[in-house]
């Protein structure tokens, strides 16, 4: 058996090519449907305010504020799978690097212009909120998804330009509430996951799978974040986005990538009890670290303060313990079939609201309030998360599967 220290020195023998953990996309699949859920609550009556973010300047957490930062450590724990498989495929460093750049400005790109499409002014852009939204959506899905090779190379780079043509021209004739031309007021949830995933992605490929390294970037941006809270960044940082200065987004993402990195370890050597109880000892250590830096920055998710970073990845991780043992160890993956293809296709499934919103509003269908209020309400909510989860799977059979 190897010694305890040997772990943090040596790299990690990836996986191979064909070994998928059921686990890790179910786990996304859930805390998509989650996401979908509590951005459903905004329509809903008289339901309990604990399920509903915190208000900013508040310490405390509610549902809707734990969902965001457990889909940011997952994208962490799906970093080290995903670039040893692109590995093993061939891929060398320099295009692993530019996968990752592209990829990140994809996010970026949609965070944006998602974001202006929610202070937009209709009558001075002269296109509905909801319309601007579809056909933001419309033009991500027809750069970005995966075309079946059997497509014809002009089809598919017609599709393309028209959906960079039609995304300048949003951009072009935007007009916010305020007069304000189309820029990134803030990136909103895919941006902010685009600037956590850019690093943490870039550093995963360079450690090469030694834990150490990855551990001591964990801490890194730990300790950014504790810095960042305190006001103690130097300005000279500024120029850096705050999603990657302010330490607690990236740090939640390399939790995941820390935790996969070890998850990869102890699985090769079938040693799950032991993976597990360390897993178990390290949630109650970051719960420790999350009420004792509460007591100086409190915990907040607007705030990103590092109590919400230590808590957050501690929920994760027990979640995922919970999840491997019922979904990998049980052979219970059947039970989630339904809610697959959100784990599987979660870019498509987060776009699935923004039609069904419009699609409804347009045509003028509206619920009876029983159906939005209280726990009938939540119900619906539920019910409206599982069929974008249902929908997402019918784009997929059909061909519809974005890939960036």
């Not at 300048?168 to 902010?192: D, K, T, V």
């Not at 300790?223 to 302010?246: D, N």
């Not at 313990?321 to 219970?332: A, F, N, R």
């Amino acid at each position: 058996m190897p010694q305890p220290e040997a772990i943090f020195t040596q790299p990690v023998r990836p996986l191979s090519i064909s070994t998928r953990v059921d686990s890790i996309d179910i786990l996304r699949a859930i805390t998509m449907i989650l996401m979908i859920f509590v951005n459903d609550l905004w329509s809903l009556n008289d339901i309990p305010l604990w399920l509903e973010h915190v208000p900013n300047g508040v310490d405390g957490l509610g549902l809707a504020d734990v969902v965001f930062p457990a889909f940011l450590f997952i994208v962490g724990m799906s970093l080290p799978f995903a670039i040893n498989t692109r590995r093993q495929k061939g891929d060398t460093d320099s295009i692993l690097i530019g996968h990752v750049v592209r990829r990140s400005i994809a996010l970026l790109i949609m965070g944006v212009f998602l974001v202006n499409g929610e202070s937009i002014n209709e009558a001075a852009t002269g296109i509905n909120r909801l319309v601007w939204n579809v056909l933001s959506c419309c033009s991500f899905i027809l750069l970005w998804t995966g075309y079946p090779k059997t497509a014809r190379t002009w089809v598919v780079m017609l599709a393309k330009v028209l959906s960079v043509g039609l995304l300048m021209a949003l951009a072009f004739s935007y007009r916010g509430e305020q007069g304000n031309r189309f820029a990134p007021h803030w990136w909103g949830i895919l941006g902010l996951i685009g600037w956590s995933y850019l690093p943490a992605a870039l550093i995963t490929i360079f450690a090469r799978n030694r834990l150490a390294i990855l551990v001591a970037v964990w801490v890194g941006f730990c300790a950014l974040s504790m810095i960042s809270a305190a006001g103690l960044l130097p300005k000279v940082f500024s120029f850096i986005p705050s999603a990657i200065s302010g330490g607690t987004m990236v740090g939640l993402t390399m939790g995941g990538v820390v935790l996969a990195t070890l998850f990869q370890k102890y699985r090769q050597q079938a040693e799950n009890r032991r993976m597990t109880l360390i897993f178990i000892l390290a949630s109650f250590v970051l719960i420790g670290l999350s009420v004792y830096t509460r007591t100086f920055w409190g915990l907040s998710k607007l705030a990103a303060t590092p109590a919400w970073l230590f808590l957050c990845s501690a929920f994760t991780c027990l979640a995922f313990i919970g999840i491997y043992w019922l979904v990998d160890m049980g052979g219970k993956a059947n039970w989630f079939r339904f809610i697959k293809p959100a784990g599987t296709d979660t870019l498509l499934c987060y776009l699935i609201p923004y039609f069904a919103y419009a699609f409804t509003t347009l045509l003028h269908i509206h619920l009876p309030d029983v159906l939005l209020t209280g726990g009938v309400g939540l119900l619906k909510s539920v019910l409206f998360a599982l069929l974008c989860a249902w929908i997402t799977g019918l784009l997929n059979r059909i061909g519809v599967r974005l890939k960036l």
